[in-house]
């Protein structure tokens, strides 16, 4: 049985606990967040950790890493999920490599089935020749505090693209803007290259609808990607179109999963903390 928590009873931790109790074989041991009324302290969290296998860190992210710190140093065989974007200060960041080896980053778009589907489909040369890769992350004003929609959106993309293509990017282009012209980028644009695939991610919280979407345009035509609906449809060069099979599933519990599986020795971080530091460079 692995023993389980979660740090943080937010809109993520709530997700996190609702599917961590789904998992058999778990057992969700403690839920800490200063906010709850007659909790533990965050003291007696860190204590208790010292008997568990592993925690899912979904605070707010300027306290991810000193939080994932305090459990390692607490217990150095935890294995820990950290929502991304790993913490908003890369130095901190980096003062987590030490313990690498116990860290898996919560970039949940890779375990996405569409996702899934279209790297079994490039790694398949079914794509042919990629040209250009063009995402869209849109949607209103979250209801959380946040002030940087590159860092809390765009960096979902960066890593999709980065773990499609096996590539580091090179950034030729970054535009951050306040277009209520306050403290808060609501409004961010990348271009980047990656070899001779050009690359353009684009994010704001300016848009009145939620949009998750990219554009590949390919040797083999132009495939439309749809993250929330996990939906990809292929539009031939002859014209025709057609929707690629995705077997839906719910991609906070196939990251879970691979938690469990990374705790039980039976893998490896699909994304490690190298991989997610390199995307909040990117961003910054």
């Given amino acids: 049985m692995i023993k389980a928590a979660v740090c943080g009873y937010g809109n993520m931790g709530k997700n996190h606990v609702r599917v961590f109790k789904k998992i058999k074989n778990v057992k969700l041991e403690y839920v800490y967040d200063p906010k ?24 707010p992210s300027d306290k991810h890493a000193d939080t994932a710190l305090d459990l390692l140093r607490t217990n150095p065989n935890i294995k820990l999920l950290i929502e991304k974007p790993v913490d ?11 313990y690498a080896d116990n860290i898996v980053v919560g970039h949940i ?12 489909m490039i790694n ?10 063009s995402t869209k992350r849109m949607g209103p004003t979250p209801s959380r505090e946040l002030n940087d929609v590159a860092v ?3 960096v979902h993309d960066i890593d999709v693209v980065n773990y499609l293509l096996e590539q580091q990017p090179v950034k030729t282009y970054i535009r951050k803007l306040s277009t209520k012209s306050n403290d808060v980028y609501d409004y961010s644009s990348i271009s980047a290259k990656y070899g001779d695939i050009d690359c353009r991610f684009e994010a704001n919280w300016v848009c ?3 949009i998750r979407k990219m554009d590949i345009l390919c040797e083999e035509g132009l ?8 939906k990809i449809t292929k539009y031939n060069v ?6 690629i099979e995705v077997k839906y599933s719910e991609p906070l519990l196939n990251e879970l999963e691979h938690l469990i599986s990374f705790a039980s020795g039976a893998a490896s971080p699909k994304i490690s903390l190298k991989d997610a530091i390199s995307v909040l460079e990117m961003v910054k």
């Fill in 36 to 59: 709850i009324k007659n909790g533990i302290s965050y003291q007696e969290f860190v204590n208790n950790c010292k008997d568990l296998d592993v925690v899912s860190i979904c605070c």
């Fill in 88 to 98: 908003l200060n890369i130095e901190a960041a980096k003062r987590l490599y030490d």
């Fill in 109 to 120: 778009e890779r375990f996405n089935p569409a996702i899934t589907k279209l790297k079994e």
């Fill in 124 to 133: 398949n040369n079914e794509l042919g020749q990629i040209y250009s890769i």
């Fill in 152 to 154: 809390d959106l765009l």
């Fill in 208 to 210: 009145p609808k939620k």
């Fill in 223 to 230: 495939l439309y990607v749809d993250y929330i609906n996990q």
């Fill in 238 to 243: 002859n014209g025709s179109s057609q929707e």
